[in-house]
C-alpha cells in the first residue's frame, strides 16, 4: 500500500544534542509538510516542500531545518533540542498546493521525540 | 482569515449509540473541509473530506457530516459507537488557494462499555 513512513517512531535525544528525523512516502506526492503537535494541541506546520522548493512557515524557530534529497525522502534536522522540543512530528504529503484534490494530506504515524 | 471550532474539547457516549462532533468554521473563501481522527501515538487518519461536491459526505469506519453553509457548520455523526472509534477528532479547513491547513482544537471521544 502506498504511504506515509516515519523513522524512528519514538527518539530520545540529549539537551543540545543534534538529531535527525526521517519521512519517507510511496505516494509520489509533489508536497511533503513538517508538523509539530505537542501535547494534547493540534498539529502546528513548521514547513513543507513543494518539490525541492523549500518553504518555512514565519514562526518556525532556526533551530529546525529541512533535507529533501529527493521526490520519496524529507528529513528534519533540529540542531540543538531543547526541552521544550519535546513533541510529536508528524510528516505529511499532498499531490499539490492548489485545487480540491490537492488538499488532501496524508499523515505518517509520527515520531515522539524526548529531550533529556 | 480562516478559523475552525470545535464546539466539544471532550464527549462521551456509550458504545451503540450515536456520536456527534461539532465544528464550525470560518473562512472568506469557498472551503474545503476535513475530518481527521488521531488515535493515541499514531498520526492522523482521514476520515472524510468536503470539496464543493454533496453536501452530505460519507466517509469511512460509518461516519458522515453535513456541509450547511447558511450555518458555517460542519458536523460529524456516526450513529453507532464502537469501543475503536475513541480517539482524537480533528476539523479542518483549507482555502482554495491556500496549502495551509487551520486545525480546530480537537474533541476527545471517549467511548463507554
Known amino acids: 500500500d502506498a504511504m506515509v513512513i516515519q523513522n524512528p517512531r519514538y527518539q530520545v535525544t540529549q539537551f543540545g544534542k543534534p538529531v535527525t528525523l526521517s519521512c519517507s512516502q510511496t505516494?509520489?506526492?509533489?508536497?511533503m509538510y513538517w508538523y509539530q503537535q505537542k501535547s494534547s494541541q493540534a498539529p502546528k506546520l513548521l514547513f513543507h516542500?513543494?518539490?525541492?522548493?523549500?518553504?518555512n512557515e514565519a514562526d518556525t524557530p532556526d533551530n529546525f531545518q529541512s533535507r529533501r534529497p529527493n521526490t520519496s525522502f524529507c528529513f528534519l534536522d533540529i540542531r540543538s533540542p531543547g526541552l521544550g522540543d519535546a513533541a510529536m512530528y508528524l510528516c505529511?504529503?499532498?499531490?499539490?498546493?492548489?485545487?480540491?484534490?490537492?488538499?488532501?494530506?496524508?499523515f505518517g504515524p509520527g515520531t515522539r521525540l524526548t529531550v533529556t | 482569515a480562516q478559523s475552525v471550532t470545535q464546539l466539544d474539547s471532550h464527549v462521551s457516549v456509550s458504545e451503540g449509540t450515536p456520536v456527534l462532533l461539532r465544528c464550525n468554521y470560518s473562512?472568506?473563501?469557498?472551503?474545503?473541509l476535513f475530518w481527521y481522527v488521531q488515535h493515541p501515538n499514531k498520526g492522523l487518519q482521514l476520515l472524510l473530506k468536503?470539496?464543493?461536491?454533496?453536501?452530505l459526505v460519507k466517509g469511512i469506519n460509518g461516519f458522515e457530516a453535513e456541509f450547511k453553509k447558511s450555518e458555517t457548520s460542519f458536523h460529524l455523526t456516526k450513529p453507532s459507537a464502537h469501543m475503536s472509534d475513541a480517539a482524537e477528532y480533528f476539523c479542518?479547513?483549507?482555502?482554495?488557494?491556500?496549502?495551509?491547513?487551520?486545525f480546530g482544537a480537537g474533541t476527545t471521544v471517549t467511548v463507554r462499555a
Open positions: 473562512s472568506s473563501y469557498s472551503p474545503s
Open positions: 505516494l509520489n506526492h509533489n508536497v
Open positions: 516542500y513543494y518539490d525541492k522548493d523549500f518553504n
Open positions: 505529511a504529503t499532498s499531490r499539490g498546493l492548489a485545487g480540491a484534490l490537492s488538499y488532501e494530506q496524508y
Open positions: 479542518v479547513v483549507s482555502r482554495s488557494n491556500d496549502y495551509k491547513l487551520s
Open positions: 468536503y470539496t464543493s461536491a454533496a453536501t
